[in-house]
């Protein structure tokens, strides 16, 4: 007989799911794929109009933008390959600026780099951007829309849907990862519903739009997902709000997520202390996509994205489906999001191996274990030459992904097993509220844990330097030298 986890779910079904997720997750959790050294902004203030029938958008913004050398004399950003600027000024002064098309890369497949040069006179600081520009996507499929799919972009502008994020470069992008702080102003026609990053502050109609201001403090992407249909179920448990979007999901299904999603933010608060919401809330949005970037989603502070049209499809085919690790693991990232570059294996290696502590704690161990199997089995399939997490690349398909979340699990549950649960996550702890506010690497990572590891650090080096899969096993035990 199949074993059933405590939600009645099958786990044997559930496993097979959870395996699907895990390869997915690898284009949601995506920091610094462009690196702009140089200049960053600290604050948007945008305002957008969009015309879902023709598909077009139009944006005004104001940008106060941290130069790191105060002598620069240009910067860039990157903005969707088709969009057309209109106006571009620096500290009130109209700025030269030239573009290059980017090569296409695997989750940003259409933009360009505009280069700004900054205009003689304009060389008070901190430098404010004005600028106004509009276009169309270019039109490109969904992710999985069909098999050896070169190219994909899940944000989109038509008449049924939008959903625009960080991936179309809908928005100037310096750095994705780079924390800023939100003033959204968005216009849609009246019959339309939306949601974006951070706090709503204020709605009204005027003629035939309606209008809705938004805002976020250091925040991390600019989301927008709207839909006629998009409907909000809101929950308050104890003092959080959980806002769940979406356009036709079950109830049932909606009863569980929100479940799914209180024991998990409990859990992680317990553990590592509260993080920052915007608004209080956990926003979990099933944008109406027919495909789109699978498992969970995207994760963005206090906000998850996930693809409806996929979640329909699973429930058709399991009606007990369940979205417990994906989303464990995109809950996670609300605490850890703080490894910069190199170091973004930090944000990915604890949000797995938390979304499995997740289903420990509120499943079943067998769960756990299963998950710490299949770590291992995957990490033990790495070739010898795989890159340690000391310096494994934010990019680089499955070796390094492998590397990334499932080495990096392992090594995490090694420290626990031996130090133990209470000191294990006392140190967690400390990590996360050590650093929170920061954005930091490896070296960062290793300094703090040895200090807090005392003598057993040589298995913290050990993890960190090795070449290739687990270090030492005899069997299925961990090892240390
Ligand atoms: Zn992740």
Redesign the pocket.
């Known amino acids: 007989m199949m074993n059933q986890s405590k939600h009645g779910i099958p786990i044997r079904t559930k496993r097979i799911k959870r395996w699907i997720f895990f390869f997915s997750?690898y284009f949601?959790?995506l920091f610094c794929a462009f690196s702009s050294e140089l200049a960053n902004p600290k604050s948007y203030f945008l305002k957008v109009w969009i015309e879902p029938e023709s598909s077009e958008i139009s944006v005004q913004g104001k940008l106060n933008i941290h130069l790191k050398d105060p002598l620069l004399e240009k910067f860039h950003f990157n903005l969707h390959g088709t969009f057309q600027i209109n106006k571009l000024k620096i500290n009130g002064l109209t700025a030269e600026y030239i573009h290059k098309k980017n090569n296409p890369q695997s989750v940003y497949p259409c933009t360009k780099q505009t280069t700004v040069r900054l205009p003689e006179k304009s060389k008070a600081k901190p430098v404010r951007m004005e600028i106004e520009y509009h276009g169309k996507l270019e039109n490109i499929p969904e992710f999985g829309s069909y098999k050896d799919q070169k190219w994909a972009l899940d944000d989109q502008i038509n008449s049924r849907m939008i959903e625009l994020a960080n991936y179309s470069c809908w928005y100037p992008l310096f750095t994705f990862g780079n924390r800023f702080d939100i003033n959204l102003e968005l216009s849609l026609p009246i019959s339309w519903k939306c949601v974006c990053s951070g706090e709503k502050t204020k709605r009204w109609k005027e003629g035939q739009r309606v209008f809705s201001c938004w805002s976020s403090v250091k925040d991390t992407d600019i989301v927008i997902v709207a839909s006629p249909q998009l409907k909000l179920e809101s929950y308050r448990v104890d003092d959080v709000n959980i806002h769940v979007y979406h356009t036709q999901l079950p109830e049932s299904f909606i009863a569980k997520d929100i479940k799914q999603i209180q024991q998990t933010a409990n859990l992680f608060t317990s553990l590592l202390g509260k993080t920052v919401l915007p608004g209080g809330t956990v926003k979990h949005v099933f944008s109406p996509k027919q495909k789109g970037q699978g498992g969970a989603g995207i994760?963005r502070p206090g906000m998850i994205v996930t693809s409806e049209g996929l979640t329909l499809k699973s429930l058709k085919k399991d009606p007990d489906y369940s979205l417990f690790h994906g989303i464990a693991?995109?809950i996670?990232?609300f605490w850890w999001s703080f490894g910069a570059g190199q170091g973004d294996w930090i944000?990915?290696t604890f949000?797995?191996y938390f979304s499995s502590v997740a289903e420990q704690r509120i499943i079943s161990e067998e769960i756990f274990q299963n998950n710490l199997n299949k770590y291992r089995s995957l990490t033990n399939s790495l070739p010898e030459n795989a890159p340690p997490l000391s310096i494994v690349p934010f990019e680089g398909g499955r070796v390094n992904y492998i590397v990334r979340?499932y080495k990096g699990s392992l090594m995490l549950d090694c420290f626990r097993q031996q130090i133990g649960d209470s000191a294990f996550f006392k140190i967690c702890r400390d990590f996360y509220q050590t650093f929170h506010e920061d954005l930091i690497g490896t070296p960062e990572f290793r300094a703090f844990w040895e200090m807090k590891l005392g003598k057993k650090k040589v298995i913290l080096n050990k993890w960190l330097d090795s070449d290739g899969g687990v270090p030492i096993t005899i069997g299925n035990r961990l090892m240390l030298l």
């Open positions: 997750l949601f959790c994760a693991h995109e996670a990232h944000n990915e949000a797995e979340y």
